[in-house]
């Protein structure tokens, strides 16, 4: 049961075009959400992130908008740069029991900028 | 200051077998969390340590255990190695208690193959 979904596998984008890379999430206990990015044979490393009482977060290029009606939330990065292919990984938090956090991600999707 | 390191960077082993990691923190870093990362899926939370304590645990099977030392350092061991154990392990640390709204700093990760 995937509870944080990245549906998108990869997305191609031209350098200095906006990018938006989208997360659909169904557990409602979530409470705060972040992004990640990863490169190959590194570790990953945080971006940006929102808590639930938020719609919107904005960090230089990055902005991160969450719609709670819809499950929903993105990360925009303009303009967007060749250091910027990637994979982004969006991640969920909760407290499932007894001050137990969670910390559920999605399986990434990956960005190529165009020159 | 140096990031964290994780030993081995790579690691083959067969089913039936145990096998254990190893993980520095950053130094002052001292909550370290554990993830397993499949092809195609995103990072799964293993647990979380603070100050030699396991505080936060996700759902994977009691084969899977940790500790963490007086310095920060920590370990995971898996017994009783299958097939579906292999995957990148990556570990994180971060200074602060607020786990995981907090910034995670992640090492490159191990590569474990069972065969």
């Known amino acids: 049961d995937q509870q944080v979904k990245q549906n998108s596998p990869s997305l191609s984008v031209q350098e200095g075009r906006i990018s938006i890379l989208n997360c659909d999430y169904t557990?409602?206990?979530?409470?705060?959400f972040l992004w990640y990015k990863k490169y190959p044979a590194e570790g990953p490393t945080f971006l940006i992130s929102?808590?639930?009482i938020k719609d919107k977060n904005e960090d230089g290029r990055f902005t991160v908008f969450l719609n709670k009606s819809a499950k929903h939330l993105s990360l925009h990065i303009v303009p967007s740069q060749p250091g910027d292919s990637a994979v982004y990984f969006c991640?969920?938090?909760?407290?499932?029991?007894?001050?137990?956090?969670?910390?559920?991600w999605g399986a990434g999707t990956k960005l190529i900028i165009k020159p | 200051k140096a990031g964290v390191t994780q030993t081995p960077r790579y690691l083959i082993k067969t089913r039936g077998q145990q096998v254990t990691l190893s993980c520095s923190p950053i130094?002052?870093?001292?909550?370290v969390s554990w993830y397993q990362q499949t092809p195609g899926q995103g990072l799964q939370f293993l647990f979380e340590?603070?100050?030699?304590?396991?505080?936060n645990k996700g759902n994977f099977p009691g084969r899977f255990s940790g500790r963490q030392f007086s310095n920060s350092r920590s370990e995971m061991n898996v017994s009783t190695l299958e097939l579906g154990d292999s995957a990148l392990y990556l570990c994180?640390?971060?200074?602060?208690?607020?786990?995981?709204?907090?910034?995670?700093?992640f090492g490159p990760g191990t590569r474990l193959t069972v065969l």
């Open positions: 994180a640390s971060s200074w602060a208690q607020r786990f995981p709204r907090n910034e995670q700093f």
């Open positions: 130094s002052g870093h001292r909550s």
């Open positions: 340590y603070f100050s030699e304590t396991q505080r």
């Open positions: 557990n409602s206990m979530f409470d705060y």
């Open positions: 929102i808590s639930s």
């Open positions: 991640a969920a938090t909760f407290n499932a029991m007894d001050s137990n956090y969670q910390l559920i």
